[in-house]
């Protein structure tokens, strides 16, 4: 069972462009969502996390937008650079400290 | 402060055998977890340790099995390696079991069963 689907599975986007990737999620019982990147070779590395009575959370260039009641999530990835080319997982997790369930991720091309 | 280390980084096996794969946690960090990354996917919860008991395990066989060691460093082990194992093998540690303080992964060991 899939809890968590992610789309696009790759997106490719100019140099100061706008990356978007949605998300949406099957558990009601998340309360905690974080975006993790992932460069090759590397393991994934947490890059922005909102909890659901949060409708939107921006650090940066990086944005999460979110809708609790469609159960949706999306991050944007303002003034895309060619350094934010990498793989983008969004996850769900019960914040009482349990496992991360991840999105299938989208790999992101930034064209400079 | 040092992040988390994996060892070995590549290996590979023959269908049939054992693997030991080994993590060291980041300084100050009492949980460690483990997730499989098949090629082209999102990685996948096999289980969870939280000062040296697990605490909690993901669809996977009892095959699959870990040990979490008072320095709070970690094993995975796997017996009788399938084909399908080959993958990425993810350790993440993090502080009382994530959450807030978030999960730092290391680059993980990419097992490969021929």
């Known amino acids: 069972q899939q809890q968590v689907k992610q789309s696009p599975q790759s997106l490719i986007v100019q140099k100061g462009g706008i990356s978007i990737i949605n998300c949406a999620y099957e558990?009601?019982?998340?309360?905690?969502f974080p975006w993790y990147q992932q460069f090759p070779g590397k393991g994934p590395a947490l890059l922005i996390a909102i909890r659901p009575d949060v409708s939107e959370k921006k650090e940066g260039r990086f944005t999460i937008s979110f809708n609790k009641s469609a159960k949706q999530f999306s991050l944007h990835i303002m003034d895309s650079q060619p350094g934010d080319s990498a793989t983008y997982f969004c996850?769900?997790?019960?914040?009482?400290?349990?496992?991360?369930?991840f999105g299938g991720g989208t790999r992101v091309l930034v064209k400079p | 402060e040092t992040g988390v280390t994996q060892s070995p980084t590549h290996l590979i096996k023959t269908r049939g055998q054992q693997v030991t794969l080994r993590c060291s946690s980041q300084s100050g960090h009492n949980t460690v977890s483990w997730y499989q990354q098949a090629l082209g996917q999102g990685p996948q919860f096999i289980f969870q340790?939280?000062?040296?008991?697990?605490?909690g395990r993901g669809n996977f066989p009892p095959r699959f099995s870990g040990l979490q060691f008072p320095n709070y460093s970690s094993e995975l082990n796997v017996n009788a390696l399938e084909l399908d194992d080959s993958a990425l093998y993810l350790c993440a540690s993090s502080l009382n079991r994530g959450g807030v303080y978030g999960y730092t992964f290391g680059s993980g060991t990419r097992l490969t069963v021929v």
């Open positions: 558990n009601t019982a998340f309360d905690y």
């Open positions: 340790y939280y000062r040296e008991e697990e605490n």
């Open positions: 996850a769900g997790q019960k914040a009482a400290g349990n496992k991360l369930t």
